[in-house]
């Protein structure tokens, strides 16, 4: 009926003429040839700026998250290609079952963006200010992506040559976090797991071990994310097994002290060491070893693997990489990339920078004398 009563009005009464403007037909979707999702429209992600896909937007029955659905009213050729766009989340969806299969599970989180996959599963917010999980997914990974800029920048690396996708997984519980660490991270871990490389793995649990509270898990995040991206630019190679660990853990500490303002993540250090650590002021310390002649030169820091660095090692390591990205604007990323050529440290520290090694060191240290003296912490 009210079909003949459009056309009675449109083209009957005007005997089939158009006269100028065309006249709008359908009252739905105004010619649009879609319309919104009702069911939708009242529902929409948190900072979904990033976000890619989210499998919860994409839970619904009636649009499958396209949120738009072609007018069934009117043959109006459809303004969105709504049919296209499903198939696209569909397929999507599709690529995160393996994860769901393995762990036998329906329920788990999934998002993406550029650079990040997540699959989260924890029932609460780990974050105070979110309204719960599907909030705090989207939440984590604006915190990933905020990572990936800031590696951008103090790399200065071009984002063709950082294409890797970085998987996360996030875990409440020991068992799960067990099982996806041996299987996506080759290694099997209660509380936190990495592989890096093309395809980095980041694999943590929640609540248990060192990671918390909120900002243990943003701390945790900082530091692995340090390690994952500079270990997926250029050829994909981890510089923390390739004699290299001084930029791979030095840049890490970097990162983690940048965002958190201390330093408390140690990677492969036995409890034991740990336990005996002292939580040092970065920068206060490296300016009190080097008043007292205690400086570990980087001539003695390379050729090691980021598991052989001793806490030591470690601190020093942190200032070279300080004075490589602060005082050496961009050229990090060449460093990055002339070490994974399996340059040694001296050579690379001479083709990326343009100084020898002896005058790095020797600049290096007025450098942190004129920056640790007037900010310690
Ligand atoms: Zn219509
Ligand atoms: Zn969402
Ligand atoms: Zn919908
Ligand atoms: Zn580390």
Not at 206 to 229: I, P, T, Y
Not at 352 to 357: D, H, Q, T
């Amino acid at each position: 009926m009210r079909r003949l009563a459009r056309w009675l009005l449109s083209g009957a009464l005007c005997g089939g003429v158009s006269f100028g403007a065309q006249t709008q037909s359908c009252a739905l979707c105004k010619d649009r040839g879609v319309l919104a999702c009702r069911p939708c429209a009242t529902k929409t992600c948190a900072n979904d700026r990033a976000v890619l896909h989210c499998s919860i937007a994409q839970a619904c029955d009636e649009c499958g998250g396209v949120r738009w659905l072609e007018c069934a009213s009117c043959g109006a050729a459809p303004e969105i290609d709504v049919a296209r766009r499903r198939a696209e989340l569909a397929s999507w969806r599709e690529s995160t079952r393996p994860i769901d299969e393995f762990l036998g599970r329906s329920d788990l989180l999934h998002l993406d963006t550029a650079h990040f996959r997540l699959a989260f599963d924890l029932k609460r917010s780990p974050f105070k200010t979110a309204t719960g999980p599907h909030e705090a997914a989207h939440r984590l990974l604006e915190l990933c992506e905020r990572s990936w800029s800031e590696f951008v920048a103090d790399a200065g690396v071009r984002t063709e040559d950082l294409t890797g996708v970085t998987q996360l997984f996030l875990w409440g519980s020991e068992k799960d976090q067990e099982r996806a660490s041996s299987k996506w991270a080759l290694e099997r871990s209660k509380s936190v797991a990495k592989l890096m490389g093309a395809s980095p793995v980041i694999t943590l649990c929640h609540g248990k071990g060192r990671v918390r509270n909120e900002s243990d898990l943003e701390r945790e995040l900082v530091h692995q994310l340090a390690h994952c991206l500079m270990s997926c630019a250029y050829k994909s190679v981890w510089l923390g097994g390739k004699k290299a660990g001084w930029i791979d853990e030095g840049y890490a500490h970097f990162c983690e002290l940048r965002r958190m303002g201390s330093v408390s993540v140690w990677c492969s250090l036995s409890e034991e060491m740990l336990e005996k650590l002292e939580p040092w002021k970065f920068e206060a310390e490296v300016a009190r070893r080097a008043a007292a002649g205690e400086v570990l030169e980087l001539s003695a820091l390379s050729g090691l693997d980021t598991v052989a660095l001793s806490p030591e090692q470690r601190l020093f390591a942190w200032s070279y990489v300080d004075c490589v990205v602060r005082a050496h604007s961009g050229r990090l990323g060449a460093l990055v990339r002339t070490l994974q050529q399996e340059k040694p440290t001296s050579e690379a520290i001479q083709t990326a920078l343009n100084v020898s090694l002896a005058d790095f060191q020797r600049d290096w240290a007025t450098w942190a004398g004129a920056t640790y003296a007037v900010r310690r912490r």
